[in-house]
């Protein structure tokens, strides 16, 4: 049953299919609408930096904090470091830690693998040069949402030295998934649909070759073993749902740590909108206190 919150949060029934959009001004109207918003949390530092060619945004609420590397979802089409702009220090605050957001290419004009390749270069320069913006670089985690999830996971990998942790929220983890979830057509009641999702895949791994790729499907991977430590968050009216079950349940076989968490009665997007859903301020405090445990045990 849908939280009355998201129910209250349903779009009107003559919302145009993303697959009919005009991307260019869909992204344009995305960016406005970001930007006048005043819901914005104040942050110690906030700094525009360039990450060896990848446009990145720090927010970092104190020196020497570990960081978070954050991978923005948007069907690898949409969004951009204004959009989640809110949200990030929203986050900082919250958990203590650093952000570096990515502004990684997006599809249709970049498709995989650079946006991948984007974060990995991000995630490198954080490395080299993240002393000089006063961060504890011996501890980065990574954290994405819906496809920015997917670009974590398909960092890990890629390379699964590259971060210690790895929350993955609502993440599509296989191109050609066939589950219940994503047939119930119902269950997406915030009007995103199998249909969109498709689409979004088809902009990002336009080949039945790309789909079924272990770094764009992750779920379909041989061997799931070596990888960070996750926490997976999902929401139950939601296509995506099953897919980053399975994921969950494939790392936690695997013998990765993992904790799967459903919150119960919300649909996709309730992540980043605190400020409209309990469920997000809950899923927030969950990796808040996650983080601080994993820099308690790391000796942070």
């Given amino acids: 049953m849908l939280h009355p919150q998201a129910r209250a949060a349903i779009p009107p029934d003559d919302a145009t299919s993303v697959a009919a959009s005009d991307v260019a001004a869909e992204r344009a109207a995305d960016r406005e609408a970001a930007l006048a918003d005043t819901i914005r949390i104040d942050v110690a530092h906030v700094a525009d930096l360039d990450a060896d060619g990848v446009p990145v945004r720090l927010y970092r609420p104190e020196e020497d ?42 599809a249709p004009e970049d498709p995989y693998p650079a946006p991948l390749d984007d974060v990995a270069t991000a995630l490198a320069w954080l490395r080299e040069h993240g002393d000089e913006h006063a961060l504890d670089t011996s501890l980065v985690a990574g954290l994405g949402d819906s496809s920015g999830a997917n670009l974590v996971a398909g960092l890990c990998l890629r390379d699964r030295g590259a971060l210690a942790y790895q929350v993955l929220v609502y993440p599509p983890v296989d191109a050609l998934a066939d589950t219940e979830s994503r047939r119930e057509e119902g269950v997406a009641a915030n009007g995103f649909v199998t249909a969109d999702m498709d689409w979004y895949w088809d902009q990002y791994a336009p080949s039945e070759e790309l789909k079924t790729h272990p770094e764009v499907s992750p779920l379909r991977a041989a061997d799931l073993g070596g990888l960070p430590p996750a926490l997976v968050i999902t929401a139950e009216h939601d296509l995506l749902r099953d897919e980053g079950e399975a994921y969950a349940a494939r790392l936690a076989e695997a013998g990765v740590p993992t904790v799967a968490w459903r919150a119960l009665g919300m649909t996709h997007g309730f992540w980043r909108r605190p400020w409209e859903f309990d469920a997000s301020r809950s899923a927030v405090r969950l990796v808040a206190g996650t983080l601080h445990d994993l820099a308690s045990s790391s000796g942070g």
Wanted: with cysteine.
């Fill in 65 to 106: 904090a570990p960081v978070l590397l954050y991978v923005h979802g948007g069907g690898w089409v949409f969004h951009d470091l204004e959009t989640h702009d809110a949200f990030c220090r929203y986050l900082a605050n919250a958990t203590g830690w650093a952000l570096l957001s990515v502004d990684y290419r997006r």
